[in-house]
C-alpha cells in the first residue's frame, strides 16, 4: 500500500541533485516524454531488473533535441553505473545528422545491452492510388516531388527510413515532418497526407481498422507481428530501417558495473511477462553482452553515415 510517508520519500528522491539521486538508486533516462512508446518498454525493463539488481530504478524522462539532451545528460553523469541511457537508433543516426554535437556516441558511451528491436511500417492513404510498394514508387516516378511523406519527427527512425526510401527507390519525395507521429496519423486518415513512414506498434491497428493502408515493413525480413504484410525490402532488395533500443552508461563505468547491469537486463528479458508485452507490441526481443551492443552500435554508425551522405539530410 502506498503511504503518504512513501509518497514524501519519492518526491524528496524524484527532487534531489543528480549526485544526490545516483547514489540512492539506479536512474534510467529516457529521451522522449512519458507514456511513448520507448517509454513504455524503458519502464517494462525497469520494473523487471529492480528486484534482480537488489535496488530502486527510476525512470527519468529528459526529451528534446531528437534525444540529444538526455544523451548529454549521460555522458556528463558519473560513471558509476548508476545512470543508464534507454536509446538505440537516434545515437547512430544525430551522429550523422547533426553537426557539431557536444558527445560522440561511439567515444563517450559504454553499451551495455542489445534490448529489442522494432520495424517502422510505411503506409499510404486509402484514397492513394499505389496499392502496394510497386504501385507507390511507379507514382512516385509518374509525379517527382509531388508526394508527401510524413515523419513523426526530424532524427528518427522513421525519418532515415524515409530517406532511405528515397534512395533505394530512386523517387522524389516531399519529407513533411510533424511534431510527433499522431497528427501524422491523423492527417493520413483524412486524406491530406499521402504516405506516413511511423512504428508499427502505434500504426498497424490503423492498418487492422482499415483506416489507412499498410505499404510494407521496414525490417529486412516480414514481422512476425504483421506477417500478412510484405517487407520494403521484397520490392527494394537491402532496405532495412529498423529502430532498435539499448542501454548505455557514460564511458569509464567500471566493466564490473556494466556487467552488473547486463545480467540483469538480460535476466529481466527472460521473464515471460516483458517478453509477451514487447512482442506483442511488435518488437523483437535481443538481449546479449556488452561487446554485441558495440558491434552492433558501431555497424548502425557506419550504415546510417553513409546515407546521410549520400542523401544530404541535415538537421541544424
Known amino acids: 500500500m502506498t503511504t503518504r510517508r512513501t509518497l514524501l520519500a519519492a518526491s524528496a528522491l524524484l527532487a534531489a541533485p543528480l549526485p544526490l539521486r545516483a547514489q540512492a538508486a539506479t536512474r534510467i533516462v529516457v529521451p522522449f516524454p512519458p507514456g511513448g512508446p520507448t517509454d513504455f518498454v524503458a519502464r517494462l525493463l525497469a520494473e523487471a531488473m529492480a528486484p534482480v539488481l537488489g535496488r530502486t530504478i527510476i525512470v527519468e524522462n529528459r526529451p528534446g533535441a531528437a534525444g540529444n539532451i538526455a544523451a548529454q545528460a549521460v555522458v556528463n553523469a558519473a560513471p558509476d553505473g548508476n545512470t543508464v541511457l534507454f536509446s538505440g537508433s537516434g545515437l547512430s543516426i544525430n551522429a550523422a545528422l547533426f553537426d557539431n554535437l557536444p558527445f560522440n556516441a561511439a567515444r563517450d558511451l559504454a553499451p551495455v545491452i542489445l534490448v529489442s528491436a522494432s520495424p517502422n511500417l510505411f503506409t499510404a492513404k486509402l484514397a492513394f492510388p499505389g496499392t502496394d510498394m510497386a504501385g507507390m514508387l511507379a507514382e512516385a516516378r509518374r509525379r517527382p516531388g509531388a ?64 483506416r489507412v493502408r499498410a505499404l510494407g515493413v521496414t525490417s529486412a525480413v516480414r514481422a512476425p507481428a504483421a506477417p500478412e504484410i510484405p517487407a520494403v525490402a521484397e520490392t527494394l532488395p537491402g532496405f532495412d530501417a529498423t529502430a532498435w533500443f539499448g542501454l548505455f552508461c557514460p564511458r569509464g563505468t567500471p566493466a564490473s558495473a556494466i556487467g552488473e547491469l547486463n545480467r540483469a537486463a538480460n535476466a529481466a528479458l527472460t521473464v515471460p511477462t516483458v517478453r509477451e508485452r514487447l512482442e506483442s507490441s511488435g518488437a523483437s526481443v535481443l538481449g546479449g553482452t556488452p561487446d554485441r551492443a558495440s558491434e552492433h552500435l558501431t555497424a548502425e554508425l557506419a550504415r546510417w553515415a553513409e546515407v546521410v551522405r549520400r542523401t544530404g539530410a541535415r538537421i541544424q
Open 147 to 210: 508526394l508527401n511523406l510524413g515523419v513523426g519527427s526530424l532524427g528518427t527512425s522513421q525519418h532515415m527510413a524515409a530517406e532511405l526510401l528515397k534512395m533505394l527507390g530512386g523517387v522524389d519525395l516531399t519529407i513533411v515532418p510533424y511534431r510527433g507521429a499522431a497528427p501524422a496519423m491523423n492527417d493520413l486518415v483524412g486524406g491530406t497526407l499521402d504516405l506516413l513512414m511511423d512504428g508499427i506498434t502505434s500504426s498497424l491497428p490503423q492498418v487492422r481498422q482499415s
